[in-house]
């Protein structure tokens, strides 16, 4: 697969129809964060965008497993992409 072909399958899991599906990409990270921060006793939750970073490091270690499944490369890029987009909108 090259390049463009990932950027653009990452991109379409950020559109609308997949928030359709699983809520605002914002709301959902911030959510998870409020839940692992309470899980792991923390005083503070993690910030949405670290969320999509972690999220982002479990697929690299998906590759790690076998780096021949494309998804995890695709998924991946959408993570950061997304995390870059809520740490910029927070500026």
């Known amino acids: 697969m090259e ?10 899991l950020l559109t609308d129809a997949r ?3 699983y809520g605002d990409f914002w709301d959902n990270h ?8 309470e899980l792991l ?4 939750p ?3 965008e670290m969320v999509a970073v972690m999220m982002a490091m ?8 076998d780096s021949t499944h494309t998804d995890n490369y695709i998924d991946a ?10 740490a910029t909108q927070l500026e």
């Open 3 to 12: 390049i463009n072909d990932l950027l653009a399958e990452a991109s379409c």
């Open 19 to 21: 928030q359709e599906t």
């Open 30 to 37: 911030r959510r998870i964060g409020v839940m692992w921060g």
């Open 41 to 44: 006793q923390l005083e503070e």
């Open 46 to 48: 993690i910030t949405p």
């Open 58 to 65: 479990v697929k690299i270690s998906r590759i790690a497993n």
């Open 77 to 86: 890029i959408a993570y950061i992409a997304g995390a870059g987009e809520l």
